[in-house]
């Protein structure tokens, strides 16, 4: 018998069970919209049939999605055993959502949202918005934040990284993006 050769047994896995993020929801019931660019996520839900993902959406790595939840503690103290709740998720056209996002049960999650990276979304998201944080808070407006990225655009898109990398190590200092400061209380 000969030994087990665990790297090829695990791409053997991986390659095998769920080509691309976009099946392995797929095949968990999840509906999943075209052009979609879905990077490995989490479904803490055995009910991947409540979820709907529009078309053209981002979701970045180490996002989850919950149907339900917080409900074993509250069976056992009420000694109610059949106690359930469960809420879908839809999520529109255009939507970019962060890494490690957490997207809670119930939610709709408009058409062309942005949703920045670690936020917790406990409510539903009108098109149009961006939002942030743990609760998710409005932070501005996506046709604003495009206007504002225009004005840095270098139109690097189509480009290789090799003739990224050479491009942008040419620019001075003053053609990226960069944030203010924080603002002190004491200041």
């Given at each position: 018998m000969g030994l087990i050769n665990r790297s090829k047994v695990k791409q053997f896995l991986i390659s095998g069970c769920y080509d691309t993020p976009e099946n392995y929801l797929r095949k968990h019931g999840v509906k999943v919209g075209k052009e979609c660019f879905i990077s490995p996520c989490h479904l803490s839900t055995s009910e991947g049939f409540l979820i709907e993902i529009g078309d053209y959406c981002r979701i970045a790595k180490d996002?989850?999605?919950?149907?339900?939840?917080?409900?074993?503690?509250?069976?056992?103290?009420?000694?109610?055993?059949?106690?359930?709740?469960?809420?879908?998720?839809?999520?529109?056209?255009?939507?970019?959502?962060?890494?490690?996002?957490?997207?809670?049960?119930?939610?709709?999650?408009?058409?062309?949202?942005?949703?920045?990276?670690?936020?917790?979304?406990?409510?539903?998201?009108?098109?149009?918005?961006?939002?942030?944080?743990?609760?998710?808070?409005?932070?501005?407006?996506?046709?604003?934040?495009?206007?504002?990225?225009?004005?840095?655009?270098?139109?690097?898109?189509?480009?290789?990284?090799?003739?990224?990398e050479k491009y942008l190590l040419s620019l001075s200092d003053d053609k990226f993006v960069s944030k203010p400061y924080i603002k002190c209380k004491d200041k």
């Open positions: 996002t989850e999605f919950f149907t339900h939840g917080m409900l074993h503690s509250m069976r056992k103290y009420y000694n109610d055993y059949d106690l359930d709740w469960f809420g879908k998720i839809k999520i529109g056209n255009y939507v970019s959502i962060g890494e490690g996002c957490k997207i809670m049960a119930g939610v709709t999650i408009g058409d062309n949202v942005i949703i920045g990276a670690g936020s917790v979304v406990t409510k539903s998201i009108p098109s149009g918005y961006m939002v942030a944080g743990n609760p998710v808070r409005h932070i501005g407006y996506t046709d604003d934040t495009y206007k504002k990225l225009k004005e840095f655009d270098l139109k690097t898109g189509r480009m290789n990284f090799v003739e990224k």
